[in-house]
């Protein structure tokens, strides 16, 4: 048996619950020399994103349940099982499950370690649900991991 961080398998493995939203790392930055990493998102029934772009990397979406939402620097279109959506560095995106059902996508981020930015957004959240400055807290990160959100 290879490795065991070159192999995931099944429920195996963290799982990053965010509420709504689960994220589930498949593939790390350290196994891949930082060229991708690789996540399982699980969206409930109108969970998503907000409109934001990366500014530090690309992310290509393959949906593999349910109907998930896109827009596309301001084009709007609904992907199903079996879609591949490739969004480019610095384009301004957004996307949400538009079913009745949870929805479930795998996403490579090139370069990787986007999955740090939802291990670090837990656990800022996790300590400051009641602070006033919750927000601010958020933002550093977001700046941090070079995303940029539409207020």
Known sequence: MPHP???????????????????????AKGVTGGAYSAMELVLQPGAGSGTHRHHGESETFFVREGEVSFLLD?????????????????????FRNAGPAPAAAVIVVAPGGLEGYFREL????????????????VQALNVKYKLEFEQ
């Open 74 to 94: 301001g084009e709007p279109f609904t992907a199903g099982p079996g879609a591949c959506v490739s969004i480019p560095r610095g384009l301004r995106h957004s």
């Open 122 to 137: 837990r656990t800022v959240l996790d300590a400051f649900a009641d602070d006033p400055e919750l927000g601010d807290r």
């Open 5 to 27: 961080d070159l192999v995931t398998t099944g429920t195996a493995g963290e799982v990053i619950d965010l509420g709504s939203i689960s994220v589930r790392p498949l593939v």
